[in-house]
């Protein structure tokens, strides 16, 4: 007897096409302003875009990098990608072109797929730098193949899905680059299937989704798909990130569920436009990818309401190693609201010293993951996956205490802690107090050299629009309750944080540009 199939697990694609299958005429996906597409379209669009990929020379495990704003396509191109099966790398849209360069290099990338509304100058510049580099565009653009027409001219065939190895990798994810290149890593068939399972089980949704997707589809806004594909829901696309049309669709569209980063929320709460909009609509907003101020938090939650969930991942376990629910958000409780939760129970969390060994509750430790969830290793790099995966354990590089209930606090990075006068500080916890003033919109703190202290601590400060605020004010607020040796010592006002490509605080742009202000 055969029994070679009979306990093979069911992976995202195969899970992906018995979806498709279903309920073909259901409504699904819509770009805004466009036309509603159902299941059974974008099934057969899906086989549509594997046959013209073929048709191209793209085949089996070949290196397909994608570089578009949001659009259906994109979701056409993932899907194939799944199904033929190839590796995917998706490419910020606001990365800078060393970064795209760097990742088309060291991916090795075979193929890039752009959108040319917007990328046709990027993608001829990477051309130059990469002359084996075969361009494919969705649309008509000069000196590449236009996938969407090719793609009308296949007739849809039925999909099947490849039967794939459990640790063969689906795309190469690169992680943020806020402490040098962007690092390489393979998410693998087992790392996106525990994803999933994670997302459907433990993320808060409404019994219904109508999804409005505006961050990136190429990173965490595709994480939203399958799961409303399966929860008989819908998803309207915003091509990019803007708070008017943002709130505009909520409106119109009557969205009950979306997927931010903290940066998003704030431009939501500081438009002036914000209280036009009636978004009564939202059930779940899932929130994550950086640190989000606890006051705006509390902010977020009395304006809008209490749909906030979050979680809490990176690169290496991806999207949900905690999540914190909607009614364990305590307005009353800012170090509560400074949580990234539990861990769900779908992986194995402790936090650990520098032994290895476990801390009590209250004292800081790295928070270190076991798990299906976790990646195999960063792709070529063994000395790096060694280092991370050490003692058997991903250690993420976060440093956070546990309260008696078991939520964890992330007091900061590792590779962020300040040493000042032989003392160790945490620029979260910094952070966070100086967040709480009426008048700071955003804070971002960091150590710059200095002759007597080793690192001076040096607070750089967005105001809200029209209101002010003096330096001695905010270095006082952390001197009262941190004690003065953790008070910045400069307070500098700026417009604007600088952010990655995937929207955390770019902390080495700062230190690059402040690091030398400290006498």
């Known amino acids: ?192 299937l525990s994803i999933l399972q994670i997302e459907l089980s433990e993320w808060e949704w409404p019994a219904t989704p109508r999804v409005l997707s505006c961050a990136p589809l190429s990173h965490s806004g595709a994480a939203m798909i399958i799961p409303t594909l399966l929860k008989q829901g819908t998803v309207l696309i915003q091509p990019s990130f803007d708070p008017v049309a943002v709130m505009q669709a909520i409106q119109e569209y009557k969205i009950n569920c979306m997927l931010m980063v903290p940066t998003m929320i704030y431009a939501l709460l500081d438009h002036p436009r914000f209280a036009e909009f009636d978004l009564a609509s939202l059930e779940s907003v899932f929130y994550g990818a950086s640190a989000i101020s606890p006051a705006r938090l509390k902010e977020a939650i009395e304006r809008i309401g209490p749909v906030f969930s979050q979680w809490y991942g990176q690169a290496e376990a991806p999207m949900s190693i905690t999540v914190m629910r909607k009614s364990e958000h305590d307005v009353n409780d800012l170090r509560r609201l400074a949580s990234c939760g539990r861990p769900v129970p779908w992986v194995r969390v402790e936090l650990l010293d520098s032994n290895m060994k476990p801390v009590p509750d209250g004292e800081p430790g790295e928070i270190c993951v076991q798990g299906p969830l976790v990646m195999d290793g960063y792709r070529d790099n063994p000395e790096l996956t060694a280092e991370t995966l050490r003692g058997g354990w991903l250690h993420t590089g976060d440093v956070a205490v546990r309260d008696p209930d078991g939520f964890l606090r992330i007091v900061d990075r590792t590779k962020d802690m300040i040493v000042s006068g032989g003392f160790n500080i945490y620029p979260r916890e910094l952070e966070d107090i100086i967040g709480e003033h009426p008048a700071v919109a955003q804070v971002a703190v960091i150590g710059v050299p200095h002759p007597k202290w080793g690192e001076a601590v040096t607070a750089l400060v967005v105001l809200r629009a029209g209101q002010a605020a003096k330096a001695e004010e905010l270095m006082a607020m952390v001197a009262e309750r941190k004690g003065r040796f953790q008070a910045p010592k400069v307070v500098e006002f700026i417009d604007a944080i600088p952010q990655t490509a995937v929207g955390k605080p770019d902390k080495k742009a700062l230190r690059a540009r402040f690091g030398q202000r400290a006498g």
């Open 1 to 192: 007897m055969n029994t070679e199939d009979l306990h093979r697990p069911l992976y995202v694609p195969d899970i992906l096409v018995n979806a498709l299958n279903q309920t073909p005429k259901r409504p699904f996906l819509q770009l805004a302003g466009g036309p509603m597409l159902t299941v059974g379209q974008v099934r057969d669009a899906t086989s549509q875009y594997i046959q013209a990929l073929r048709s191209l020379g793209v085949t089996q495990g070949m290196v397909v990098a994608i570089l578009s704003t949001n659009r259906p396509e994109v979701l056409y191109v993932g899907h194939a990608m799944q199904l033929l099966p190839a590796i995917s790398v998706p490419m910020h849209p606001m990365g800078s072109l060393a970064d795209h360069l760097h990742i088309v290099t060291d991916a090795k990338a075979n193929v890039l797929i752009f959108d040319p509304s917007r990328f046709t100058e990027r993608a001829a510049q990477l051309k130059e730098k990469v002359p084996a580099l075969k361009l494919i565009s969705f649309g008509p653009s000069a000196g590449s193949e236009d996938i969407c027409q090719l793609g009308e001219g296949f007739t849809a065939a039925p999909l099947v899905a490849p039967t794939v190895d459990g640790h063969s990798p689906v795309r190469y994810g690169y992680s943020g680059g806020t402490t040098g290149k962007p690092k390489a890593l393979a998410t693998t068939h087992r790392t996106a």
